[in-house]
């Protein structure tokens, strides 16, 4: 799988349902240092996702504010 190649690392923390992993650099946008966290919680329906996500941009005049 071309997805698991690009993590460089990957860390989980059972007890407080947290997932976290690193990509340096991938070929589908112009960011690198790419670090992503899922957390797990309770919800009165389910279950509630949060995702982030943390990166650099080493143009940042591709987007500009």
């Known amino acids: 799988n071309k997805f ?5 690392k990957f860390d989980k923390d059972n007890d407080n349902k947290i997932f976290q992993y690193a990509i340096e650099e ?4 112009p960011i690198e240092n790419i670090i992503g966290t899922m957390y ?3 919800h009165d329906i389910g279950t ?3 995702w982030d996500l943390a990166f650099t ?3 940042e005049s ?3 504010m």
């Open 57 to 59: 941009m080493p143009d």
């Open 4 to 8: 698991y190649n690009l993590l460089k």
């Open 26 to 29: 991938q070929p589908l946008l």
């Open 48 to 50: 509630e996702l949060r």
């Open 62 to 64: 591709l987007f500009p």
């Open 40 to 42: 797990i919680l309770p």
